[in-house]
């Protein structure tokens, strides 16, 4: 199968960190990514993963990859309000081009 | 670069009407990929092209929708006649190319039909 899971919603205080988590089914999985969707906008892609890394860092963007669980992190250091927005995992098969989007991470970041 | 160009950003119809959503990718980009995002069903694959030639239609929903792209720089995913289902979000993304991974995602255009 091609499931790709997400938890709907979270909440966290500006300053501190947040961490999304997404799962998918899909071993065979070559380039992992996410995506940012503000109200009424685009998705815009924040960064993506290659299926033999471990971590990707970039700036207060920290990706982790578990191949054994099938299990992908998202976590944003000192998270501000411009951050709230929902959060999108995609997944990539061998060379196709065709992504599998989960469901969404609606982050609400309080002051 | 301006980026993926979606016309209109909003539209309302009536049911059994036509609608017409058109797409302008990013200037280079040989991908096109056409997406449709609902509460219910997040966001789903429709279609895409690479060089203007159809790759992947299996997520086209019915005959009722259909989508060209008679050139590099312009794409219309059409829908008639158009019922209430198919109010949802339709977002246009263009890639370098088929295996490039980065898609570009337009502004999406809103449909609403009554």
């Known amino acids: 199968g091609e499931d790709v899971e997400q938890s709907l919603f979270l909440s966290v205080r500006e300053g501190d960190s947040s961490v999304i988590n997404c799962t998918y089914t899909d071993s065979s999985s070559t380039y992992l990514y996410w995506y940012k969707q503000e109200p009424g906008a685009g998705l815009q892609l924040l960064t993506y993963i290659f299926s033999n890394m471990d971590m990707k860092q970039d700036q207060r963007l920290t990706v982790l990859l578990n191949k054994k669980d099938k299990h992908l992190s998202l976590r944003i250091a000192d998270t501000q309000t411009g951050d709230s927005a929902i959060y999108f995992c995609?997944?990539?098969?061998?060379?196709?081009?065709?992504?599998?989007f989960g469901t969404g991470t609606r982050l609400q970041v309080t002051l | 670069d301006a980026g993926v160009i979606q016309s209109p950003r909003h539209e309302v119809t009536e049911m059994g009407q036509e609608v017409t959503l058109r797409c302008k990718p990013i200037s280079g980009h040989n991908s096109l990929f056409w997406y449709r995002q609902t509460m219910m069903r997040g966001l789903e694959l429709l279609i895409y092209f690479n060089n203007n030639v159809p790759i992947d239609d299996s997520g086209m929903p019915e005959d009722r929708f259909s989508a060209k792209m008679p050139n590099a720089s312009f794409s219309t995913l059409k829908i008639q006649p158009s019922e209430p289902r198919d109010s949802a979000v339709y977002f246009c993304?263009?890639?370098?190319?088929?295996?490039?991974?980065?898609?570009?995602f337009g502004p999406g255009t809103r449909l609403l039909v009554l």
């Open positions: 995609a997944k990539r098969t061998g060379t196709a081009s065709k992504l599998t």
């Open positions: 993304a263009s890639s370098l190319s088929q295996t490039q991974e980065t898609q570009y």
